[in-house]
């Protein structure tokens, strides 16, 4: 046993698949039963509520499938109790334990007459999930079972954890990529903006100085919509607030709402509360939708216009974005890094959807959002 650990942790320390680990390591602890042992590892759900299934070679899918998602709680179950408890749980009969009466039919069904369960725990004794070992006699484990057990459960700590580590070293890298496109994405689109708001201005500017002015405010009304996005952190800046829909909308097309004074852009719909977790996420979304139609759509021109609506209905808020009067549309060949962010945002990080439609009169764009997500 201590050998073939030996040689699992050090796979560990490779950086190997955790599945393949945790298989090696229970069909290790399995072997000197000659079959009257069957083992398993389960992991705790993201959210702690559930049991996931790990690693269960030797026992039937039809159990571990019965298994998988199983609740964590006290007396659900030797798994769903240690996990709870962070305490082994030695069913000896499972027949007649009362943890087991919710169970106790799947586990005859296969065969199963004893569980023995231990939690698996980090570094910083946080459960990761339970170690089992099942046998199809009523058994009750000795001395020797007990700490083979407990080192089997430690084996498997080191291998979730590292696991663990690797992800979130992946992640954090997926991340950093991530934040510098959309750096460069930002800076990029400043640049575009502006030339634009120039262009636009000089349009209809009678002299040099109504073209400062016009462009001047056009830009301090582009910076205060900026704001919106940079994430509130001091204490007293707004962290805990929430929003009106119709103020993130107002702002992210504000500063290309007038040319030659008259209104481009029009915004309305019932009042909406956005929670201020959410409010990052739906204004990144609509100012990415204003800066596409100031770069390429209708407000890249002096006659285009934007119509923005929404309605509320069974708790799900639908916003319509309208474009027309701009330049002949054509569905791009190509998705932009922007309109990717900004699908991945309603799509990942609200669970809602976006749908573009390249109508021959204009761009129209439909998002759905599940109030549940975004309402405060």
């Known amino acids: ?19 393949d680990v945790l298989r090696d390591l229970i069909e290790l602890v399995e072997k000197p039963s000659g079959g009257e042992m069957l083992a398993s ?29 199983l609740a964590i709680g006290h007396g659900v179950g030797s798994c769903g109790t240690a996990a709870y408890t962070g305490e082994p749980v030695f069913v000896a009969d499972i027949a007649n334990h009362p943890f087991w009466k919710d169970f106790r039919d799947v586990a005859r ?19 990761l ?22 080192t ?20 954090a890298e997926e991340q950093r990529k991530l934040l510098l496109q959309e750096l460069n994405h930002r800076v990029k689109n400043a ?27 056009k830009l301090a009304t582009l ?6 996005l940079v994430a509130r952190l001091s204490d007293g800046d707004g962290v805990h607030a929430d929003a009106a829909l119709h103020d993130i909308l107002a702002a992210a097309v504000a500063p290309y709402a007038l040319s030659d004074r008259k209104a481009r852009t029009a915004v309305h719909g019932p009042d909406v509360r956005i929670a201020a977790r959410a409010l ?4 990144l979304i609509f100012h990415e939708l204003a800066t596409n139609a100031a770069k390429y759509g209708a407000l890249s021109v002096v006659d285009g216009q934007v119509d923005v609506a929404w309605e509320l209905k069974a708790g799900t808020l639908r916003i319509d974005w309208r474009e027309r009067g701009g330049p002949a549309v054509v569905a791009p060949v190509k998705t932009g890094f922007g309109s990717t962010l900004a699908k991945r945002t309603v799509q990942h990080q609200i669970g809602g959807s976006i749908v573009y439609d390249w109508a021959p009169d204009g761009l129209n764009v439909t998002i759905e959002m599940p109030l549940s997500r975004i309402a405060p």
């Open 129 to 150: 999930g339970t170690f089992a070992n099942y046998y199809r006699e009523p058994r009750a484990p000795t001395q020797r079972d007990m700490q083979i057990i407990e």
């Open 41 to 69: 590892v389960l992991f705790v759900s993201e959210d702690g509520t559930r049991l996931l299934e790990g690693a269960a070679p030797s026992l039937p899918a039809e159990y571990n499938s019965a298994i998988h998602g």
């Open 109 to 127: 069904a296969h065969g199963l007459a004893a569980c023995w369960s231990v939690p698996i725990k980090s570094s910083e004794g946080k459960v």
């Open 223 to 228: 910076s205060r919509a900026y704001d919106l």
């Open 152 to 171: 089997v459960a430690q084996t498997a700590a080191i291998a979730i954890e590292r696991h663990r580590a690797d992800v979130a070293r992946a992640r």
């Open 191 to 217: 640049f575009a903006i502006a030339s634009a708001l120039v262009t636009l201005g000089a349009r209809s500017a009678a002299s040099p100085a109504e073209l400062a002015a016009a462009v001047h405010g």
């Open 280 to 283: 990052t996420d739906v204004t």
């Open 1 to 19: 046993m201590l050998e073939g650990e030996r040689s699992i942790l050090s796979r560990v320390a490779r950086g190997g698949p955790l599945a």
